[in-house]
């Protein structure tokens, strides 16, 4: 099936660092999504995306939908404990826009 | 305002065992999907809906089994449990329309199978 490469994994991080983080793939999409997953918890949608060079914030989040239509980016301002969970990206195909393509997700842990 | 409604929310089966994981939703969207979620896999696409009366299968479809009568439940079936089906199962409801989508989750279920 189509994998979206999301980047990193996991990351250790302080309290009040910045955190980013990127979805990659060879395939044109047409949406990307953004999700937080807390413990035990389904994901919750973050940021929505729909245009190539689109930036859009929610709060601490911005994300960006990359100008080859390939990636996008999140990033996470002055991060605060309750940010701990893991992050997903999201994509809608160009050529199949009845189905969802999911990142492996990543793992962010806050360091006292 | 419930959202999507999985239930129930932990199940253990044993081998060769059937289910039914429930799913509702409440926002009148036409396209419903079941994931599964296992470890360093992210969310896979077991199958999903685009309306009542319409299926079709995603990634990984083996084993199980779906069915669409209204557009508020979508039902998945194991009919013969395996321990290769132990994961997170979640189910989600979206809309597609002028180019935009969104896919809102259930708080999934949790299926042991041994």
Redesign the interface.
């Known amino acids: 099936g189509q994998q979206l490469n999301q980047s990193p994994q996991s990351m250790f991080i302080q309290e009040g660092e910045d955190v980013s983080m990127n979805c990659t793939s060879s395939s044109i999409f047409n949406t990307w999504l953004w999700y937080k997953q807390d413990p035990g918890e389904g994901p919750v949608l973050l940021i929505a995306l729909y245009k190539a060079g689109e930036l859009t914030s929610n709060g601490r989040l911005t994300a960006q939908f990359g100008i080859t239509r390939k990636d996008s980016f999140l990033n996470i301002s002055a991060s605060i404990p309750s940010d701990v969970g893991i992050y997903f990206c999201a994509g809608q195909l160009a050529v199949d826009f009845e189905k969802l393509t999911f990142g492996t997700g990543t793992r962010l842990t806050i360091i006292p | 305002n419930a959202g999507?409604t999985q239930t129930p929310k932990f199940q253990v089966l044993k081998t060769g065992q059937s289910m039914t994981l429930q799913c509702a939703q409440d926002m009148n969207h036409e396209?419903m999907?079941w994931?599964r979620q296992d470890p360093?896999?992210?969310?896979?696409?077991i199958h999903?809906s685009?309306g009542a009366g319409i299926t079709?299968q995603?990634?990984v479809p083996n084993g199980y089994n779906v069915s669409r009568s209204t557009t508020e439940d979508f039902p998945l079936r194991l009919l013969s449990a395996a321990p290769s089906q132990t994961s997170v199962y979640?189910c989600a409801s979206?809309y597609?329309t002028a180019?935009?989508?969104?896919?809102?989750?259930?708080?999934?279920t949790r299926l042991t199978v041994v």
């Open positions: 999507v396209y999907s994931y360093g896999m992210g969310l896979r696409l999903y685009v079709d995603g990634e979640f979206s597609v180019g935009r989508t969104e896919a809102f989750f259930g708080q999934g």
